[in-house]
């Protein structure tokens, strides 16, 4: 801070004992040295407070950035989920369609034989899981009878192709 040397010290405690003098310069001394002692730490505390601000400010800025990254793995995922959740829905719809087109072949066969079965649905699945949870009782077969076509089963839910449709027999009106 100063470049004081000894001797400029010498210089300057003579000139003190001439004039405060022998009696009053002990006094002065440890004054001045309280003094001294009470700057010295005011300035460490002010050092420390701005070291401990500029701190902060970079722990906010990591914050903030960790929050931007949050948000756009967050948005990333809700995009996903969103392109996703399209093809499951038109893939539910087409399920429901061919289990009501089934139960509508079993129902004309079976109304002789057995009371008519409640129309399949798939049920929707709960909450925020998205995996396909098929609600279908077992399917009543009746017994084969000579003018009967066999009924076309359900697509496989391992086909790639879920745009196609089922074919109905020949010989039976569509």
Known sequence: MFDVSFTELMVIGVIALIVIGPERLPKVA???GHLLGRAQRYVNDV???IQREIELDELRKFKSEMEDAA???QKSLNE???SLQEPVQQFRAELDEVAREASLKTEPAAAGDAPAEPERSIA???GQNH???LDLPPMAVPA???TQQPAPSAPKADDAAPAAKPVAP???PT
């Open 170 to 172: 020949s010989g039976t």
């Open 30 to 32: 440890r004054t001045v």
């Open 131 to 133: 995996s396909l949870d």
């Open 80 to 82: 996903t989920q969103a």
């Open 71 to 73: 948000q756009g793995v």
């Open 47 to 49: 050092k420390s407070d």
């Open 124 to 126: 929707p699945p709960p």
């Open 144 to 146: 084969p009878a000579a």
